[in-house]
């Protein structure tokens, strides 16, 4: 009787050793199931971020563009605005010496 308990608790000890290998990698596998998800929800946030920050950037850049655009205008106007009030100044001082 002795050897068929031996045999008895020999197995159920084994039959336990297998049963925690058994769920123990369908846990590690669960486990790395997880972190890829999780990972892949992170890198769709992160484009998505990366899509808004570029077209912000895009859109900025644009914006200083066309501020750079209009303010080199401006100066070329005040020159122009300035050029034309000296040469008009001469005229009105030409006319009133001749006149």
């Not at 998800?37 to 890198?43: E, I, P, T």
């Not at 034309?84 to 010496?97: F, G, I, T, Y």
Request: hydrophobic share 45%; proline share 0%.
């Amino acid at each position: 009787m002795t050897t068929e308990l031996r045999r008895f608790v020999r197995a159920r000890s084994i039959q336990s050793w297998w049963r925690m290998l058994a769920l123990r990698l369908r846990f590690v596998e669960h486990k790395a199931a997880a972190t890829y998800l999780q990972a892949w929800g992170r890198m769709n946030n992160a484009r998505a971020a990366y899509k808004i920050a570029a077209q912000e950037a895009k859109e900025q850049a644009k914006m200083e563009n066309q501020l750079a655009a209009l303010q080199k205008r401006l100066d070329d106007e005040a020159t122009a605005r300035s050029k034309m009030e000296a040469e008009n100044a001469a005229l009105q001082q030409r006319l009133m010496s001749v006149g």
